[in-house]
């Protein structure tokens, strides 16, 4: 069974504990991935949907990740994941479908919106089992390249 997980939405009180990743020397490898999601996301237009970007605790509030969703600029009806991410040390413990199942509830609750799409690169194996698992492969963006997925089919 996979612990729980806490979203916390990034506000000034939590913003602090992406410098805490900042100084653990453990999370180096991917403190700067989390600062990617929250900071581009919030660069990219995404202040207008200023929860969209969070970062995630396990049980013992132990940062283990950060995601990032905000709605479609072209797609009324679409929210869209960004973004997820789960610290490599944390991983193969079934966080990376926990999360991604945290993303979609939150996306569609907080958004109102009826989907959530995303897209996975075909490299990425375990993100693109899990997609599999939790949505319907939809298509290919032609241009990249990645496959196209939306919840609910």
Known sequence: MVEPLQLHRLTNRTLWRISQLQRD??????AAEVERIVFEGAAASH????GSAFLVAD???????AGLHYAHETMQFVQYIAAVFVDPRHRRRGLGG???QAVI???LVRSG??????VVHPLNTAMLMTSRRLATEIGVDQPTGYLQFAFPD
């Open 25 to 30: 020397p453990s999370a180096e490898s991917w």
């Open 47 to 50: 202040f207008r949907d200023p």
């Open 59 to 65: 049980a013992s509030g132990t940062i283990v990740g």
């Open 98 to 100: 926990a999360l991604m």
């Open 105 to 107: 509830d939150d996306a």
């Open 113 to 118: 919106r009826p989907y959530v799409a995303w």
